[in-house]
């Protein structure tokens, strides 16, 4: 079993970058497949972005094509999130989430995921 801890969330202002990180503990995170989702107040968790194990493949959700960037160092056990030119209707709670995978694919559905990290506080003001 992995546990995921998310971190780097914080106020930036429109236009400003975050990069939010997921240290997995507990087995190595190169089993997983991972993503990230987000939730905003008075709405439902959506997805952002999904990478496969070997971080290979990458996919990411139409709103945040092109700003966003998913990677991972397996070696540090570590996904990441870099988020750029940022808007104020990204702000949310931001989640890792892990998949144990042995066909390399990446995920988009937040079911398909078994372990889930405790989120980080994304706010971006206008």
């Known amino acids: 079993q992995v546990q995921l801890v998310e971190s780097g969330g914080g106020l930036v202002q429109a236009g400003g970058s975050l990069r939010l990180s997921c240290a997995a503990s507990?087995?190595?995170?190169?089993?997983?497949?991972m993503g990230w989702f987000r939730q905003a107040p008075g709405k439902e968790r959506e997805f952002v972005a999904a990478i496969s194990r070997s971080g290979i493949r990458t996919y990411y959700a139409h709103s945040v094509k092109g700003r966003f960037t998913i990677s991972r160092d397996n070696a540090k056990n570590t996904v990441y999130l870099q988020m750029n030119s940022l808007k104020p209707e990204d702000t949310a709670v931001y989640y890792c989430a892990g998949k144990m995978d042995y066909s390399d694919l990446y995920y988009t559905g937040s079911y398909e995921y078994n372990y889930w990290g405790q989120g980080t506080q994304v706010t971006v003001s206008s």
């Open positions: 507990g087995r190595t995170v190169s089993s997983y497949a």
